[in-house]
Every structure is written in structure tokens, then in C-alpha cells.
């Protein structure tokens, strides 16, 4: 991997981290960071994130994410990182699935 080629990090959040604003957080994280991708809440309670960057970039948005919103109790943070695709434009959030 070059320096400043493209990324994707796929993360599942878990713990308390829906309805304490975590979605939020991300967006927030994320439009400072400049990143690309979304934020969803999933079923099971847990918060997924997939962004793309440069590695540091992301590495940035992976501490962010292992403390959540002061509301937020973190318990466990599943990382995956990936091959960029550069199919998103912004940030946004997703429906609950």
C-alpha cells in the first residue's frame, strides 16, 4: 500500500452505542476527517461503519469509535479493513437493519 491510497474500514460497534447518539458521533467524526461512507444501527443492537480514506485517516476514525459519545459504553470494536471502492459521495446514515 502507497502512502495516501485509498482504504475501506469496516467496524461493528458494540456495547451501548444506539440511542446515545452514536450515530451522531460518527457523522460528526467523519465530516472532520473528510471520509467517505455511512453509519447504520443494526438489529442486534450494534452500530456498523464503513469508511474510506488514506490508512491514518481511518486509524483516526478507529479511536474515535473505541470511545463513542460521552453517553456511549463501548464494549467491543470488530475492525476489517479492505480494498477502497470509491462508490460513496459524503458520509450518511443508513436505515436500521
Not at 26 to 35: F, T
Not at 56 to 78: C, I, M, S
Request: proline content about 2%; cysteine-free; hydrophobic content about 35%.
Amino acid at each position: 500500500m502507497t502512502e495516501g491510497e485509498k482504504v475501506r474500514l469496516q467496524t461493528i460497534v458494540e456495547g451501548r452505542v444506539q440511542g446515545v447518539g452514536f450515530r451522531a458521533f460518527v457523522i460528526d467524526k467523519a465530516n472532520d476527517l473528510e471520509l467517505t461512507g455511512w453509519v447504520g444501527n443494526r438489529w442486534d443492537g450494534s452500530v456498523e461503519v464503513v469508511a474510506e480514506s488514506d490508512r491514518p485517516t481511518l486509524d483516526k476514525l478507529l479511536g474515535a469509535l473505541r470511545k463513542g459519545p460521552r453517553a456511549a459504553y463501548v464494549t467491543q470494536v470488530k475492525s476489517e479493513w479492505q480494498t477502497a471502492t470509491g462508490e460513496f459521495y459524503g458520509f450518511s446514515v443508513r436505515s436500521t437493519y
